[in-house]
Nanobody, 114 residues
C-alpha cells in the first residue's frame, strides 16, 4: 500500500528557506514521476513542481520558478522540495503526490510570516 509521509514544514520569516521531504513506501518509487502540490486556506490545491522518475525532467509553477527546486533520491525513496526566498503567499499545506496512482500524503504546513 502506498504511503507518503511529508516533513520539514514550519514557520519561517519572509526571505527564508525550508526543505520539505516526502518519504515514500509501498511502491517502486524509482519508476514513478512525483509532484508537490500546495493548498492555501480557502483555495484549491495547485501544482507546485513535478519531477520525472529518473529526475531528468522537472516542471515548476510560474509562481515558484527560480525559488523552488524539486529533487529526488531514488536510493532513499525520498522526494524533496527546496524552497528559497519564501514569501507570505507561499503559506500553504504542501502535499506529496504520485500522479499515476493518485496517492497523496497527509501534508506538511508551511507558514511564512514576520
Amino acid at each position: 500500500q502506498v504511503q507518503l509521509v511529508e516533513s520539514g514544514g514550519g514557520l519561517v520569516l519572509p526571505g527564508g528557506s525550508l526543505r520539505l521531504s516526502c518519504a515514500a513506501s509501498g511502491f517502486t518509487f524509482s519508476r514513478y514521476s512525483m509532484s508537490w502540490y500546495r493548498q492555501a486556506p480557502g483555495k484549491e490545491r495547485v501544482l507546485v513542481a513535478a519531477i520525472s522518475s529518473n529526475a531528468i525532467g522537472t516542471h515548476y509553477a510560474d509562481s515558484v520558478k527560480g525559488r523552488f527546486t524539486i529533487s529526488r533520491d531514488n536510493a532513499k525513496n525520498t522526494l524533496y522540495l527546496q524552497m528559497n526566498s519564501l514569501q507570505p503567499e507561499d503559506t500553504a499545506m504542501y502535499y506529496c503526490h504520485v500522479p499515476t496512482t493518485g496517492s497523496w500524503g497527509q501534508g506538511t504546513q508551511v507558514d511564512v510570516s514576520s
